[in-house]
């Protein structure tokens, strides 16, 4: 079956800009959630979306958004970038919330 | 309480080893103990999963020990080839959370 797919795979963004990345999820799976992976900071949970809701986030400031569909597809929106959000965002989707996260090849965003 | 600690940071094993990554943490709540494997521009992949009411569990060359009491667990990879390696991260999730804290990572090496 189909895995999680992420588009872009790359994107260069000016300062100031805004950014929205897709994911779709593996047929199924209703639990959507992103991280932020730099080399400093390492794999950081972003939110989480279960039912078009989200149920969790994490401590990013409120730049970062997300949204998911009827479908279970989720996209996230960075605002107002910064040239500290140039990193791997990975998103993975799970049929449930407590196991089995499959993670997409993620959206490797450049802020310049 | 919310962290995972990994170690050690990188790993070199000759090519038939046993290589060995540990973690600890500390938030009782945690009830899913998932190891991942990331390769260069790729997601990270579910490679061995374990939940605490189970002292270990073994799939193929991975093998995951589990210490509730000590709240430390291990991945270890026996007979290790160089396709092994990679990145390792060990995570956490509390139930219905939707929600892994990662690990820092472990670069692993093994040498033919």
């Known amino acids: 079956k189909a895995g999680v797919t992420q588009t872009p795979r790359y994107l260069i963004k000016t300062r100031g800009q805004q950014v929205t990345l897709s994911c779709s999820p593996i047929?199924?799976?209703?639990?959507v959630s992103w991280y932020q992976q730099t080399p400093g900071q390492g794999l950081q949970f972003l939110f989480e979306?279960?039912?078009?809701?989200?149920?969790n986030k994490g401590n990013f400031p409120g730049r970062f958004s997300g949204r998911q569909f009827s479908n279970s597809r989720s996209e996230m929106n960075v605002s107002t970038l910064e040239l500290g959000d140039s990193a791997l965002y990975l998103c993975?989707?799970?049929?449930?919330?407590?196991?089995?996260?499959?993670f997409g090849s993620g959206t490797r965003l450049t802020v310049v | 309480q919310q962290q995972v600690k990994q170690s050690p940071q990188s790993l070199i094993v000759q090519k038939g080893g046993i290589s060995i990554i540990n973690c600890a943490y500390e938030?009782?709540?945690?009830?899913?103990f998932p190891w991942y494997q990331q390769f260069p521009g790729k997601g990270p992949a579910l490679l061995i999963a374990?939940?605490?009411?189970?002292s270990e569990k073994k799939e193929g060359r991975f093998t995951i020990s589990f210490n509730k009491s000590a709240k430390q667990f291990s991945l270890h990879i026996m007979d290790s080839q160089p396709g092994d390696s990679a990145t390792y991260f060990c995570a956490a999730s509390g139930r219905n959370t939707g929600k892994l804290i990662f690990g820092q990572g472990t670069t692993l090496q093994v040498k033919p």
């Open positions: 938030n009782t709540a945690f009830d899913y």
């Open positions: 979306y279960f039912s078009e809701t989200q149920r």
């Open positions: 993975a989707s799970s049929r449930d919330r407590n196991y089995g996260y499959t």
């Open positions: 374990i939940r605490p009411d189970v």
């Open positions: 047929s199924g799976h209703r639990s």
